[in-house]
């Protein structure tokens, strides 16, 4: 079993639609949790930093983790064809340095 | 901010020679530096770990004599692979975390190498 588990999709959507995208994870030390976005050929980017459990919210995007089912969520709104790219779940744990797991990422497609 | 640049970003070489890679924290600096090698639709896979001034730490499976890290200063960080082959193939993205961070990344755009 993977560490992080990430449906690699391709996840259609229309322009417009809310998307949920999904990790789930068997470490229970793991208290940091990133989302990247990574377009095709190009480096994956930072969109959200969350620690332990809870929502936080930037724009279109909002994190939610939750530690008791080891599942964490990227919810966007307002989808837009721009946001076609891959995204993946990223995570570590707090004791000591800690290097970042990642997950598979999911293929997102938003079409006009 | 946090902005890491990579060159090249994209090399194609003979089988047998050897390519460095360098990764840039351009407004920042950078306590440690990771490097990490992508396949196609699959996810990163991290290579090696990188701190300034000392040697690279490298992930199991990954050889130091033929991926040679060195990280010289706060914000440089280069990767050689030597003698490449063809199976060396693929994209590699560079990290780097700021001092100031416990463990953000922030990553390069990527090298795409093609060894012929």
């Known amino acids: 079993q993977k560490e992080v588990e990430q449906d690699p999709g391709p996840l259609s959507v229309p322009e417009g639609a809310i998307v949920s995208l999904n990790c789930t994870y068997s470490n229970s030390a793991f208290q940091y949790f990133m989302w990247y976005r990574q377009y095709s050929r190009k480096g994956p980017e930072l969109l959200m930093y969350?620690?332990?459990?809870g929502n936080k919210e930037d724009g279109r995007f909002t994190a939610q983790v939750d530690k008791s089912s080891k599942y964490i969520s990227l919810f966007i709104r307002d989808s837009q064809p721009s946001d076609s790219a891959t995204y993946l779940c990223a995570m570590s744990g707090d004791t000591g340095f800690q290097k970042l797991v990642f997950g598979t990422g999911t293929r997102l497609l938003v079409s006009p | 901010g946090a902005v890491v640049s990579q060159h090249p970003s994209w090399v194609i070489c003979k089988s047998g020679t050897s390519v460095k890679i360098e990764c840039r924290s351009l407004?920042?600096?950078?306590?440690?530096m990771f490097w990490y090698r992508q396949f196609p639709k699959q996810s990163l896979m991290l290579m090696a770990t990188s701190n300034e001034g000392s040697k690279a730490t490298y992930e199991q499976g990954v050889e130091k004599d033929k991926f040679l890290i060195n990280h010289a200063s706060l914000t440089l960080s280069t990767l050689t692979v030597t003698s490449a082959h063809p199976e060396d193939s693929s994209f590699y993205i560079c990290?780097?975390?700021?001092?100031?961070?416990?463990?953000?990344?922030?990553f390069g755009p990527g090298t795409r190498l093609t060894v012929l």
């Open positions: 990290s780097a975390k700021p001092g100031t961070s416990y463990n953000e990344q922030f």
């Open positions: 407004d920042f600096q950078a306590t440690t």
């Open positions: 969350t620690y332990s459990s």
